[in-house]
């Protein structure tokens, strides 16, 4: 049977465009809880075809806890400081898609690492679309409050600023999730590659976080 050579000029695939681009680093979802950074991060991760990791996961797992055990033995000090750990951890084993606690780019710190390790996408989503994501959910021990809602109003408004450092803005919505990962991938490749599609302004602020 005659041997299969494939051409040397097949064009390769805007993935593995992405792929080559990113060499090491890996790339960082941030963004407020109820973004869909797991989801999205999954996703993106099978069609990159790169390791995904859960930075809360990793948490839990290091700490033989979970997130809610922690706050409430340790206080949310405690955690900050073993998530900062963690994420400068995972950081040094790329090339993967890293999803990230809501209030991990806060600290600068992280910001700097990831700055120097990863391409990050903020993953922008509004408070209406984030209530309607985590009302039920028990695990997200920022929102035990008497006013969840008023909560995640205050979060947003302390977190955007900071998180408009990331490279890249996704818009998060109530769209089908392949959308979302069609439109990071587009970001990533435009980015990365240099195809000459707009990124997103914040990209051109970047350095401020360093």
């Known amino acids: 049977m005659p041997e299969i050579v494939t051409s040397p000029t097949e064009n390769p695939t805007p993935e593995a465009e992405i792929r080559a681009a990113l060499g090491p ?12 950074k797991s989801t999205i991060g999954r996703r993106l991760a099978a069609r990159l075809q790169l390791p995904f990791v859960d930075a809360d996961t990793e948490i839990e797992a290091a700490a033989g806890m979970s997130i809610p055990e922690i706050f409430e033995a340790h206080g949310e000090p405690h955690f900050r400081d073993g998530e ?3 994420i400068a951890r995972l950081l040094e084993g790329g090339p993967a898609v890293l999803a990230t606690g809501g209030g991990s780019f806060m600290r600068e710190e992280t910001r700097r690492r990831v700055s120097d390790k990863a391409v990050s996408i903020w993953l922008k989503a509004d408070a209406e679309v984030i209530m309607r994501r985590v009302r039920r959910r028990a695990d997200r021990p920022l929102l035990q409050t008497a006013d969840p809602e ?9 977190r955007e600023p900071v998180y408009q450092y990331a490279d890249l803005t996704i818009a998060s919505r109530d769209v089908p999730h392949d959308k979302i990962v069609d439109e990071c991938l587009a970001a990533l490749h435009a980015h990365l590659c240099g195809d000459g599609a707009a990124t997103n302004a914040s990209s051109s602020i970047v350095g401020a976080a360093r």
């Open 150 to 158: 008023a909560t995640v109003t205050r979060l947003i408004s302390e």
């Open 25 to 36: 680093r890996l790339i960082v979802l941030v963004g407020m809880m109820g973004a869909g």
């Open 84 to 86: 900062a750990r963690v």
